[in-house]
């Protein structure tokens, strides 16, 4: 294994079924210790890429390395050094939690198994569920497990698809915490998400749409390179605003956010114009900085795939 600047470095990565590119020419480089973010509609391709990453599909075309390793000649070896979690839990639900971590050990051939499995219980706070069944565990706590299993052979990246998904509010602000624990300790991981919120929480962040790699970089250097121009209105009954607004020059989306509707569009100066009869009066409003949710689907109506 070469050293390597990256701890994923991929060039022009290309995957198609039945005839239809799921991920096309995609090229991506996430540094040492770093969570990036993933994201982009179902069907975007976010699954093929992470299978390809680790092993499970292999690229029609491209080239890379992941760990140093390269990505379709070394497969093997990456599959040994990385914590992979699919969307779905995929433990055994008939097996207990201590059962399941066992069996995870032994494939990983993990040393002093029994001990590595106390620490981690005591470490994911999973203790007083050793003996219970993985199946009757709730959402959160089954994620805790299976991140549990991902952790277990001290994986250097992390490859997790949906993590998050159908758990609750603590269970995701609980993992997030883990996730920023092991990045601090140097545990590079590739998370791919539909929340926003957790977007904003990644280093950086790449934005997929049907294969193809939209916008990539921090989430404010990815909010400066849309270009959008956002207004925020509130006021009584703005909402009933919203058919007037979207018919505006230069008005390209209309969002509410509680209380508040949130108008952008490309062309600053058009779009002020347009507003200005909404301006002063009775609504209360402000030029603001374009949220991630407002950016994503301005630059999936430009590429037309909504």
Request: aromatic content about 8%; charged content about 20%; hydrophobic content about 40%.
């Amino acid at each position: 294994m070469s050293e390597a600047p990256y701890v994923i470095d991929v060039r022009h990565l290309t995957k198609s079924f039945a005839g239809k590119t799921v991920v096309n020419n995609l090229s991506l480089q996430v540094e040492p210790g770093e969570i990036y973010g993933f994201l982009g509609p179902n069907g975007s391709g976010k699954t093929t890429f992470i299978r390809m990453l680790c092993g499970l599909l292999r690229p029609d075309a491209g080239s890379g390395s992941c760990l140093g390793y390269d990505v379709l000649a070394e497969s093997d070896r990456i599959k040994a050094n990385i914590g992979y979690m699919a969307q779905r839990f995929s433990l055994y639900e008939d097996l207990s939690v201590r059962e399941n971590l066992i069996f995870m050990g032994r494939i990983y051939g993990v040393p002093d198994l029994d001990a590595a499995v106390d620490a981690m219980l005591e470490r994911m706070q999973l203790t007083p569920f050793t003996g219970q069944l993985a199946g009757t565990l709730s959402g959160g706590w089954k994620q805790r497990l299976a991140l549990s299993a991902c952790l277990l052979h001290r994986p250097r990246l992390l490859l997790l698809d949906e993590p998050t998904a159908g758990v609750d509010p603590k269970a995701r602000r609980d993992f997030w915490d883990d996730i920023y624990t092991l990045a601090a300790q140097g545990v590079t991981s590739l998370i791919s998400t539909h929340y926003m919120d957790e977007a904003e929480r990644c280093h950086r962040l790449a934005y997929l749409a049907y294969g193809n790699l939209l916008t990539s970089g921090t989430a404010d250097e990815v909010i400066r390179a849309s270009g959008l121009t956002t207004w925020s209105l509130s006021g009584k009954n703005v909402h009933a605003l919203a058919p007037r607004l979207k018919a505006l020059a230069g008005v390209e989306q209309v969002v509410p956010f509680g209380n508040v509707l949130h108008i952008s569009g490309h062309d600053a100066a058009r779009l002020e114009l347009s507003l200005q009869p909404f301006l002063h009066g009775e609504y209360s409003s402000q030029k603001t900085e374009a949220n991630l949710e407002e950016v994503f689907i301005s630059l999936m109506q430009q590429h037309k795939v909504i």
